[in-house]
C-alpha cells in the first residue's frame, strides 16, 4: 500500500488544529476544483487527494489511526468517498460562514407577540405588577405538538429525504433552498392531527405577570422571552413584547424624570407671602412663598421627581406659582381694592416700572 503524507497534501504541520485543516482544505479545493480547472487532468487527480486526505483528518479516529500507523483501514477506501458531497458540504459552512444561513433545517421559531399596557402615573413612577390575558399558541395536548394523528407520526419527506432543503447545482456554486413539499420541516404529515390540523399548535388564552419596573414611560418596551407563541410542529416560542401607555395625570406633567405641578394662588399670598401645601408622588407637603412672589415663579423640591429607570436616581418636582384674578368681589372688597390702586405707587410694582420705561425709551 502506497503511503502519502496527508499533512503534506494539505499543507498543514501534524499538529495542526481541526479549524486550521479545515481551512487548508478550502483553500486547496477552491483552487483545484474541476469546474475551475476543467480538462486539467493533474489538477482533477490533485483535488482527489485533497479530498481523500481532508475525509482522514477531519475524523478524530480516523486521524489518530493514520498518525499511528500510516495509513486507515477497516473503513471506506479511498475511491468510496463521495467527494462531490463533501465539497457540497464545505461551500455550504463557507456560505453560512459569509452570510449566517444555516446549514441544515432547525424547527422554526415561533412568531413575537404584542400587548399594549396602560397604566397610571404612578405605577409608571414607582413600578408595579400586572397579570395580563394574550391569546397565545402552544403546543397541541392531543398530539403532543407533532401535528400527525395520535398513534401515527410524520414521515420522512421524499423529495429532500429529510434535510429539509433541496440543493441547486449552478456551474461551481451550489444553493440550498426550502423544500416545497414539506416546507422546510424535513417530513410530512399523511394523518394531520384533527384538533390542531396538523399544526401541531392550538390557540388558548394565556395569563402572564408583568413586572414593570420604576420610571417607565410611554413607549417603553419590556420583553418577556418564550412568551410569545409557539413555533409549528413542536417550534420554540417567540417573545413577547409588552408596550407601555401611560395614563395622562390631572395634576403632574412629566419632562425626562422631572414632574412638573401649577399651583394657583391668591394675590395677598403672592404679595405677603405665605406658607401652602403642595401635592407630590407620595403625599401632601408645605411650601413657604416669599413675599413679592410673580405669577410663573417655580420653585424646586428636590428628589420628588420620578425615579430614573437606568440609574434609579429620582428627579424633581418643579412646583409653578400662577396668581389668580379674583373675578366676584363684595361690595367692600372692591372699595379696598380701589383704594389699594390710589395709594399704590410704582416702587410696590417694579415690573410694571420698568416696562412703561423701556417703552418710553423706544417711543420717546
Known amino acids: 500500500m502506497e503511503e502519502k503524507d496527508y499533512y503534506k497534501i494539505l499543507g498543514v504541520d501534524r499538529d495542526a488544529t481541526d479549524e486550521e485543516i479545515k481551512r487548508a482544505y478550502r483553500r486547496l479545493a477552491m483552487q483545484y476544483h474541476p469546474d475551475r480547472c476543467q480538462g486539467d487532468k493533474e489538477s482533477e487527480e490533485k483535488f482527489k487527494l485533497i479530498n481523500e486526505a481532508y475525509e482522514t483528518l477531519k475524523d478524530p479516529e480516523k ?10 483501514g477497516g473503513g471506506p477506501g479511498f475511491r468510496d468517498v463521495d467527494f462531490e458531497t463533501s465539497f457540497n458540504d464545505l461551500f455550504s459552512d463557507i456560505f453560512s460562514d459569509f452570510f449566517g444561513t444555516r446549514r441544515r433545517y432547525t424547527k422554526e421559531r415561533g412568531p413575537d407577540l404584542r400587548y399594549d399596557l396602560e397604566i397610571t402615573f404612578e405605577e409608571a413612577a414607582f413600578g408595579t405588577e400586572k397579570d395580563i390575558k394574550i391569546p397565545r399558541t402552544i403546543p397541541c395536548d392531543t398530539c403532543n405538538g407533532s401535528g ?12 429532500c429525504k429529510g434535510r429539509g432543503q433541496i440543493r441547486y447545482q449552478q456551474g461551481f456554486f451550489t444553493i440550498s433552498r426550502p423544500c416545497t413539499t414539506c416546507g422546510g420541516q424535513g417530513t410530512v404529515i399523511a394523518n394531520p392531527c384533527t384538533n390542531c390540523a396538523g399544526t401541531g399548535r392550538v390557540k388558548r ?24 407563541d409557539y413555533g409549528e410542529r413542536g417550534g420554540p416560542p417567540g417573545d413577547l413584547y409588552i408596550v407601555i401607555n ?12 422631572d414632574i412638573i405641578c401649577e399651583i394657583p394662588i391668591s394675590f395677598p399670598q403672592a404679595a405677603l407671602g ?12 408645605k411650601l413657604k ?3 413679592g412672589t410673580q405669577s410663573g415663579r417655580a420653585f424646586r423640591l428636590k428628589g420628588k421627581g420620578i425615579p430614573s429607570l437606568h440609574t434609579g436616581r429620582r428627579g424633581d418636582e418643579h412646583v409653578i406659582v400662577r396668581i389668580e384674578t ?19 405707587g410704582d416702587d410696590t410694582m417694579p415690573q410694571k416700572k420698568n416696562f412703561f420705561e423701556k417703552v418710553k425709551e423706544i417711543f420717546g
Open 63 to 72: 486521524r489518530a489511526q493514520y498518525d499511528r500507523f500510516g495509513y486507515v
Open 148 to 159: 400527525a394523528r395520535p398513534g401515527t407520526y410524520p414521515s420522512r419527506c421524499p423529495t
Open 205 to 228: 388564552l394565556h395569563t402572564v405577570t408583568v413586572r414593570i419596573p420604576q420610571g417607565v414611560d410611554t413607549g417603553s418596551r419590556l420583553r418577556l422571552s418564550g412568551e410569545g
Open 246 to 257: 401611560v395614563r395622562a395625570h390631572p395634576i403632574f406633567k412629566r419632562q425626562n424624570d
Open 274 to 285: 405665605a406658607e401652602i401645601e403642595v401635592p407630590t408622588l407620595e403625599g401632601p407637603v
Open 289 to 291: 412663598v416669599p413675599p
Open 326 to 344: 379674583p373675578t366676584r368681589l363684595t361690595k367692600r372688597q372692591r372699595e379696598l381694592l380701589e383704594e389699594f390702586a390710589r395709594i399704590s
